[in-house]
Structures are given as C-alpha cells and as structure tokens.
C-alpha cells in the first residue's frame, strides 16, 4: 500500500521510550522493540489490516469495522450524539436503549462522519520549501499554510479523498493523511445510559469498573452496507492476564516534548481558568436539566460531556502541579540542551539553542491572550451555542470561500468543507430553551472576563442584558430552518442581505475582534512553534539517536501494552479486571441509589447473567482522549477489549508517561457478548459477530 512507499522521517525525534510508552504512526511501528520485548513482530499484512479496520468519527472518538458488512463498534460515549439526536418525541434510546430490528431497523445518524486511513504520504520537503526564503516566522506560516492548502486540494481533487497535512513534532514533520469518508453511518444498538456508564461521575477515571460503554453502529454506500474485507474479529477467549495487546485509535492530543514554559502556561494561566469556566457551565446544564424532564433530556448529553472535562483537566492539573513531574521535565529540557552543547556540531548549536528561548516568548504572549483568544474564537466557547456556531460558519463563509484556498482560515479549505455542510445541513433538532441558556452564560462570562467596557463585549450585547440578549437572539433567528442556512449558503452576500437575520447580525458584530485575537494566536504563538518546536525534535534526535513517535494529533496510532493490574499507594492491590457479578454486588452495596442503579434490562435479566463473566479490565496501553472507543486486539487480530476510559493515574501521563499506576479501562469482549446475549436478546447482532470469525480478512 501507499502507506509503505513514503519517506520515514530522517530526523525522527529521539527521547528513549520506556516500558509500553507511545503513541506510533503506522508509518512508524517499533518492530525490533516489538521483537526484543514480546518475541513478535507485527507484518506488513497485520499492519495494513489494523489500520483499515480502524475509523475515527468526527465527533472526536474512534472506533473498529468488527465484521465485513461495515459494523462498525465504538463506545456509547462516542455515539451519544447521535442516539441524543435520534432520541425525539417519545423515544429515548439514551434512556432506554436501542436494538435494530433487523437492517431496515437501523437509525441513521443525521451528521456522523466517519473517516477510514487509507495512506499517509511524507511532505515535509514540499511544504518547507515553500517557507525557507520567507523573512520571518509569519511570512514562513503564510507560506506553509498555502502550500499545505495547495496539496490537500490537489489530492482530493485527484483521489475523491479526504486529505489533511498533519503537523508533526510541533512543525518538524508534515504528513499527508488520506481519508475514505463515510457519512451514511447508521444506529444498530446501544445499552441504556444507565448500563454504559454505570457509576457514573463518582467512578470517571476510576477502576474498578463495571460499564457496558459499547455502542454498534453500520456505514453505508449507495444504500447498502458497506463491504469491509479489513475488520477485527471478536477473540473466544478474550483478554487475559499478562496478554500482549494493541490498541489502534485516535489520540487527540499530548505534551510528552512540551517545553518547561508551555507546561508553565497550562499550569498557571491555561487549566485555572478552564476549569473554573467548565466548573460554572456544568453548574448552568445542571440547572437547566433540574426544570423538567424535557429539558434533561436536551442538555444531558452535553452535561456529562462538561463533567468529563472538568475531571480530566483536574487530573492534568494534579500532574503539572506535582513537583516531582515539573522536576522530570525540567531535568529532561536541560539535559537535552547540555547534550546539545556536548554532541552537536559547534556550528549547528546556536540554531538549536536557540529554540528554547523564542519558544518561551511565545507561550507568555499565549498567556497574555489566553482567555480573549479562548472566548472569541475557541471551539468550546465560542460564540455561545449550537445556532451562534451555525451563523458565524455561514457568516464567515461568504468571505472566505472568495478566497484562494491558501488563504482562508483552515476551516473553510475545499479539502474540509464536505465534512463542514455536513454539520451545516444536519437535521438533527436544536432546543431552543438550551440555546438561550448556552448564549446567556457565554454573554455573561464574556463581561466578566473581558469586562463591560470592552468593544466586542458592547458588540455582542448590543445595548442589552446577557439573558435578554440571547433570548432576543434564539428566538429572532430563523437559522433552525435547514433550507434557510442552505439558501444562506449557496446565495452569499445578497442571500445574507436579505436575510435580515439577528443571530447573523451579531457574529457579524463580534467577527472583527475574533479574527483579530486569532491572527495574533497564529502569528505570535503558532507561527514561532512551527518555526522552532521542530528543532527541539531534531536536538532530541542528534543527541539521543533513536526515533520514537510524534505528539498526538487526532490521527492514526498503534499503541502495545500488557492486561496487567497495580498497586494503589496505600498498598492495596487492584486487580486486572472485573466481573458480571461485580455489577450487581456493587448496586446492592449502595442501595441501588444513583449513580448505582442498575439499568431495568440488567435487574430482570439478573438470573440469565452469568457472574464469573469478565466484565471491564485495565491495562498498560498509553492512551489519551481521543482514544475512546478503540478496538484492543491481540497478535492474531481479534478484539479482545474496547477502551473507554484511563484511571485517574494515567491522566499526567499526557505530559510524561509513567507506568506504575496509569491504566487504559476497557469493556472486555466476552462482556459485550454475553450482554448481547442474555441481557438484550440481540441475537441477530451477536450473530454477525460469531460469524465474522470465519469470514475472510484482507
């Protein structure tokens, strides 16, 4: 395959990996270490096959082809959106439930798109070349960024493909990842909210685990199932103890080569006030949820979400804050800038050096716009809700598809924008009674932070107060009406004239003051990264001599590790997995009150369980978010597991990686069966799966 014709990496960024650490690129899978550690050494048909039968959704999960008629498994919390969005009227698949009757049964997703590697190409020459006589670190990100554009438009013009440059190691390496979309993607079943995140928050990032956090759901072509000779069959056995396996997903993001100051940031200016905003929106969801039954439904998805985060971040904080991991990497960064000193030709090590101190520059402009910056234009925020987003993509769109592809911001690109009217066109329903709550809480922590005074803070009010702003706003716009955002779209400035719309007036009013904190970002911050980070990676590489993988990017990794259990630092042992008789010991222990109530399906199917089933079990794989609903899989291919979770241990593992505590958690694959089984009587499902065994794989 193309995958295997590239160029690998000359410069490949050399720190020593320890014990399972890292997060490869196919192009890069460590066999010898495979060999020396494990005595087994993945082929070249293993490799292709696991990296076909991976998908990543869009909605920032990734997931497995689990047969060759496009099942396709992930985790319930990667397709909660879609169950939310198909959950209307009296149906509540995220309370109840949802098994297909049959391939006429199956619900389809009204905006999931799922994206299948095909091939990474190296492009690192093409697109340095393009910034190397440029006279400063802005003029070379303009230049990188046009030649970047230029590539993946030619690439889906010439492939029907979807094509992304991925930035590695913070700009040393780009690569070109090409996609096979799929955005028929179809609903096959889902257990109970209840039953996939038993425990719930009170056991986030915890283990021992006992949650079925498992969803199916089918890609489609042409109206039929899609044909998948690349899949990972289900394992009989399963995951056992001191088993060697895999897990091939998407990790989104991590620091492992971080710089002292940009851990620094996080430490200081970026996590604190995050966590604090995340603290106040769940507060907000929550009492919107409080008010009904209607309006729980609505926002429940996105509460659990928040809850997530705020867990999450808590955990990277802890690590940033321990001064034993600050002390590692502040030994790490020294030690490499000694060697540097030491090993590197005299002539090369100003360039090098260098890297350091312009890179801490950045980070404290970072600092300084930090929050401006993460509320004008950060996804999360920014610009208050679901109907605000929708107005200020069609806003902006009139502008930026005048433009040459190199040029527009690099949402707008040809190479993106399939994936972007997906969004755009969804029929999913919007609430309006949660769109005013979203827009009143991003409104009213817009005067707080900036402050009343602020020119974008009087644009976005607009002479009124945060609630009745927003009310005026989701109740003016005429933007839940699909066809009217079609007619937006395909009529441009004279459609947006005429359109007289409220909620376009007021991304209007806040889109001079984004654009210009973002070109501050990209040109103050983003610019020197992709400058200097790069050679950080190529010091790491000359003093140390041997390669080890990139940061996450939210593409394609192959991680090995071990089913293995741990020990608290209290002494207590925790074992490698749990059982189906946990689920219910575990409910009768807390009286059955919630979070511990045991889904209606569970409590009357109690006597066709069987107890001694595996339920969850952890391991060492080194996972991060983004990694939701990967397949884990053993030397032979089948799927043993499917990761849904890291313990609270493996959350600083973001910045260094340390094995004697951080566990992945996983579903274990006799669980979904057996559940599948005796639980849901989807008999039809477990099926496939058993006979997808047999079936041939490419």
């Known amino acids: 395959m193309a995958r295997w014709g590239m160029v690998i990496l000359a410069m490949a960024l050399a720190l020593p990996a320890v014990a399972d650490e890292g997060m490869w690129p196919y192009n890069m899978v460590p066999k010898e270490e495979l060999k020396q550690k494990y005595g087994f050494s993945p082929s070249e048909q293993w490799l292709d096959n696991a990296m076909l039968a991976s998908v990543r959704f869009n909605n920032g999960g990734s997931g497995s082809f689990v047969t060759p008629d496009g099942l396709v498994m992930t985790n319930h919390h990667v397709g909660a959106d879609c169950i939310q969005k198909l959950s209307q009227g009296d149906a509540d698949y995220m309370k109840n439930g949802f098994v297909a009757q049959g391939r006429d049964g199956e619900l389809k997703c009204p905006d999931l798109e799922l994206n299948q590697l095909q091939a990474i190409e190296d492009v690192t020459a093409t697109v340095e070349s393009a910034a190397r006589d440029m006279p400063n670190d802005a003029a070379k990100e303009d230049a990188r960024k046009a030649a970047k554009a230029a590539m993946e438009q030619a690439c889906t013009t010439e492939t029907g ?22 955005t028929d993607v179809r609903l096959v079943f889902a257990p109970e909210f209840q039953a996939a995140f038993f425990g719930g928050d009170n056991d986030n990032f915890d283990f021992p685990r006992m949650c079925l956090d498992v969803a199916f759901f089918r890609a489609y072509e042409g109206d039929k199932p899609v044909k ?165 993509h069609l806003y902006r769109l009139k502008t930026e598809l005048k433009k040459p592809g190199g040029e527009r911001l690099r949402e707008y690109r040809d190479s993106n924008l399939k994936s972007l009217e997906l969004q755009l066109f969804s029929e999913a329903p919007i609430d309006n009674e949660l769109e005013i709550e979203k827009l009143t809480f991003y409104l009213e922590n817009l005067v707080l932070t900036l402050g009343s005074n602020d020119p974008a803070v009087k644009a976005a009010l607009a002479g009124k107060a945060p609630r009745a702003r927003a009310t005026e706003l989701v109740q003016g716009t005429r933007l839940k009406d699909v066809s009217v955002r079609q007619s937006l779209y395909q009529g441009g400035e004279a459609a947006h004239k005429k359109a007289n719309d409220p909620m376009l007036a007021y991304v209007a009013a806040l889109d001079d003051a984004a654009r210009a904190v973002r070109k501050r970002q990209e040109t103050e911050v983003e610019a020197v990264e992709n400058s200097y980070a790069g050679r950080i990676a190529e010091a790491w590489a000359k003093v140390y001599g041997k390669g080890v993988y990139p940061d996450a990017t939210f593409t394609l990794r192959l991680n090995h590790g071990e089913v293995k259990g741990f020990t608290e630092p209290d002494g207590t042992e925790v074992n490698w997995r749990t059982q189906m008789g946990d689920l219910y010991i575990k409910a009768k222990r807390e009286g059955e009150k919630e979070p511990y109530t045991l889904a209606p399906k569970w409590k009357a199917r109690m006597g066709f369980v069987d107890f001694t089933v595996p339920f969850d079990f952890i391991s060492t794989n080194d996972i991060i978010g983004g990694n939701s609903g990967s397949p884990v899989f053993n030397k032979a291919g089948e799927i043993v597991g499917l990761i849904f979770d890291g313990n609270l241990h493996m959350l600083p593992n973001r910045f260094v990686y340390r094995i004697e505590r951080g566990r992945a958690v996983s579903v274990h694959s006799r669980a979904i069966l057996h559940a599948l089984d005796r639980v849901y009587q989807a008999k039809a499902l477990a099926k496939e799966i058993r006979d997808a065994r047999q079936a041939p794989r490419q």
């Open 228 to 392: 998948s000779p690349a899949f990972l069959p289900f394992s009989r056995r399963g995951a056992q103890k001191g088993d060697l396996v895999f897990v091939s997903g998407n990790p989104g993001a991590t620091g492992r080569f971080s710089t002292v100051a940009e851990l620094e940031h996080l430490r200081d200016v970026a996590y604190p006030w995050l966590l604090a905003m995340l603290k106040k929106e769940r507060d907000m969801l929550k009492a919107h949820m409080d008010k009904g039954d209607a309006q729980y439904k609505a926002a429940r998805d996105d509460f659990f979400g928040v809850e997530n985060g705020i867990k999450a971040i808590t955990g990277y904080l802890q690590g940033l804050t321990d001064p034993a991991m600050l002390a590692q990497a502040t030994s790490r960064q020294a030690e490499v800038q000694q060697l540097v000193k030491q090993k590197v030709d005299p002539q090369d090590q100003p360039r090098l050096l260098q890297a350091w101190p312009r890179l801490s520059e950045a980070y404290k402009k970072k600092s300084e716009i930090y929050t401006r910056y993460t509320l004008l234009e950060g996804r999360h925020f920014a610009p208050g809700g679901h109907l605000a987003s929708i107005a200020r």
């Open 161 to 182: 493909l979807r094509c992304d440059v991925v930035s590695l190691y913070s700009g040393g390496a780009y690569h070109m990842y090409k996609y096979k979309k799929f």
